[in-house]
């Protein structure tokens, strides 16, 4: 199994532009969520989903939106990418939801630059 | 919402000494309290959570103690290793609730 993957690894992208990021889990898990780790900061949720066809906001969603298309995929979109967007990208897949003490599983990260 | 507070930022311990890492949490609702330990460059990856409904939990040289009145819980690792050397998240979440919220992190340096 190769758990939860991210694409791409590394963007730069220029203000302005736009960009989504893929996330992929082969664990069959019901939720998933996307994070950013800014130094010194932690991690931050942006969105998260509870199944297929489902989303919700995190605690830092602006300038952001995603999908859930496939239970399998969660992807997270830029539509107009800020120098504030510079960060490392998580993506998070989990069988239950958190609260009930399950383990998240973790992507390898999308590091991205926005010039 | 859920506000978690983590210290120190940083913490350098020699070799064979023990390391502890404290954390607290806001909403007396948290019932599950993971910890993550991430290498540089690397993702975070689970080392060991504790439910509300326990004390203590150990593995092997680590372990988390909670003290549900204070809000508290606290991770233990002895006989520190230069591999223990990473960056390690606390985080809390509500049962009602799909918001893991982390702690800003503490970089553990093992001395050899």
């Known amino acids: 199994n190769a758990g939860v993957t991210q694409t791409p690894k590394f963007r730069v992208l220029k203000t302005g532009q736009s960009m989504t990021l893929l996330c992929a889990q082969d664990?069959?898990?019901?939720?998933m969520y996307w994070y950013r780790q800014d130094p010194g900061m932690g991690l931050r949720l942006i969105h998260y989903s509870v199944g297929e066809g489902t989303t919700a906001k995190g605690e830092v969603p602006d300038g952001y939106n995603v999908s859930r298309l496939k239970k399998q995929n969660f992807l997270l979109g830029l539509e107009s990418a800020a120098p504030s967007q510079t960060s490392v990208y998580f993506c998070a897949s989990s069988q239950i939801a958190g609260g009930l003490g399950n383990e998240q599983f973790f992507g390898p990260g999308t590091r991205l630059t926005v010039l | 919402g859920e506000n978690v507070e983590q210290h120190p930022s940083t913490l350098s311990v020699q070799e064979g000494d023990s390391a502890v890492i404290k954390c607290t949490y806001s909403d007396s609702a948290s019932n599950y309290f993971p910890w993550y330990k991430q290498e540089l460059g690397k993702r975070p990856q689970l080392i060991i959570d504790i439910r509300s409904n326990v004390g203590e939990k150990k593995d092997q040289r680590i372990a988390v103690t909670l003290n549900k009145t204070a809000k508290h819980f606290s991770l233990h690792i002895t006989e520190t290793q230069p591999e223990d050397s990473a960056v390690y998240f606390c985080?809390?979440?509500?049962?009602?609730?799909?918001?893991?919220?982390f702690g800003k992190g503490t970089k553990l340096s093992v001395i050899p």
């Open positions: 985080a809390a979440i509500g049962a009602g609730s799909y918001q893991l919220t």
């Open positions: 664990m069959n898990h019901e939720y």
